[in-house]
């Protein structure tokens, strides 16, 4: 689903647009250039008689989901499951990143080593 699809995902991004109820959660892509998106996720604070949809960060989107005045290149996309698994994905990522595994008992450490050891191993077939 998405509003830049195919006609069936644009009538499907239309129809979850008129689904929208003030509390609903959305996202929307924060930064425009390059290849890492930043996501910010929000909730709807007010619904227009227009349609427009005012966000609790102060964002302003208009009823076909693109936004408007500094907004204008972004687009709401809901915050489903496969987003939230791919940000939980991401946290931990950056989270280990910063980890001190010095900080980890000598059997614990063997055992993050074994885990990450068994994704170098090639798979049999």
Same mark, same amino acid.
């Given at each position: %689903?998405?509003?830049? @699809? ?10 979850? +647009? ?5 509390g609903?959660?959305v ?5 425009s250039? @390059? ?8 909730? !709807?604070?007010? !619904?227009?008689?227009?349609? %427009? ?6 964002? +302003?989107? *208009?009823?076909? @989901?693109?936004?408007?005045?500094? *907004?204008? *290149? ?14 939980a994905?991401?946290?931990? !990522? ?9 900080? +980890?008992?000598?059997?614990?450490? +063997? ?15």
């Open positions: %689903m998405h509003p830049l @699809g195919s006609p069936e995902e644009r009538e499907k991004y239309a129809e979850w +647009l008129r689904s929208l109820k003030v609903d959660e996202r929307y892509d924060r930064n250039w @390059g290849s890492s998106r930043l996501w910010t996720v929000t909730k !709807i604070a007010k !619904i227009t008689p227009t349609g %427009m949809f005012r966000l609790a960060d102060g964002a +302003l989107f *208009y009823s076909n @989901g693109r936004g408007r005045g500094d *907004y204008s *290149y972004r687009c709401l996309l809901p915050v489903d499951e496969a987003f939230k698994a791919e940000q994905r991401k946290n931990a !990522i950056r989270y280990l990143n910063d980890y001190d595994f010095s900080r +980890l008992s000598s059997e614990d450490l +063997l055992k993050v080593l074994e885990i990450v050891k068994s994704y170098d191993q090639p798979s049999e077939k």
